[in-house]
């Protein structure tokens, strides 16, 4: 398997690279507008990969995503949940449906809760076993925290009702062995998650299950109440960057 990691310090951002060595089919995903669609195309070529997938993990509302140009230059349609809302033509996923590279497998999990139409990704490399090897987990779980559920809703009770399925959605998450490495969306600096995010851009199953405070509440309306306590200010721009995202500005 070939894994490249690619991001933006400056708002904490991580967009993903995965290919195949034999096929050299690769997918993409959630690629960054900071970066531009050619950074990934290039990246591609030097790792001697094809990108025949773009895979947006949700509609960002913290960053210009680079998902619609990518795919556009390529010639295919944006994966994205089936319940993402947006205006363009996209590739629709659900949950338990599998991308195949090569000996690759990414197994597509609904993870709601930071949105309704937040999707995870599972990998397995079949060159290696039938483990999974590693999720990539959007903004669901990151290192120390927990995805916020108030970007995409605006009521308090819809807020409370996504951070409920928050809880659902960790829950699962944490069926996956703990030697899992997770490669979340965001770090550090980003305002996408509370304050207890670290500034690692990846852990692992077994240390999320170890340390983070919100995995380790185990009772749904103590969770709730502690993500919502927790939360920062929202993203600078935000209502204006989703709609942008969801293709309903002009780009």
């Not at 990108?51 to 947006?56: A, D, F, K, M, R």
């Not at 597509?108 to 949105?115: L, Q």
Request: charge should be negative; charged fraction near 25%; hydrophobic fraction near 40%.
């Amino acid at each position: 398997m070939i894994w490249l990691t690619l991001n933006d310090p400056a708002r904490g951002c991580n967009s993903y690279l995965l290919g195949d060595e034999v096929t050299g089919t690769a997918l993409a995903v959630d690629p960054l507008g900071a970066l531009g669609p050619e950074a990934y195309v290039l990246a591609a070529q030097d790792l001697g990969l094809a990108i025949q997938h773009v895979v947006e993990t949700h509609v960002h509302a913290d960053h210009e995503s680079a998902a619609r140009e990518l795919a556009d230059a390529l010639g295919v349609a944006v994966s994205v949940s089936h319940r993402a809302p947006v205006a363009f033509a996209r590739r629709p996923l659900h949950d338990g449906e599998v991308i195949t590279l090569g000996a690759i497998r990414v197994e597509v999990w609904e993870t709601p809760g930071h949105t309704d139409d937040s999707l995870s990704l599972v990998v397995r490399d079949g060159h290696r076993g039938s483990d999974p090897w590693l999720v990539m987990t959007g903004d669901s779980l990151f290192v120390g925290d927990v995805g916020r559920p108030d970007l995409a809703e605006a009521s308090p009770e819809a807020v409370r009702e996504a951070a409920r399925r928050q809880f659902e959605t960790i829950r699962r998450l944490m069926t996956l062995p703990d030697f899992t490495e997770v490669y979340p969306a965001h770090y550090g600096s980003s305002p996408c998650g509370g304050l207890f995010m670290s500034r690692k851009p990846q852990s692992t199953i077994g240390y999320e299950r170890r340390f983070n405070r919100f995995v380790r509440i185990d009772d749904v309306d103590t969770f709730v109440d502690h993500v919502l306590s927790s939360l920062k200010p929202p993203p600078v721009d935000a209502p204006r960057i989703r709609i942008r995202n969801l293709g309903q500005a002009v780009l």
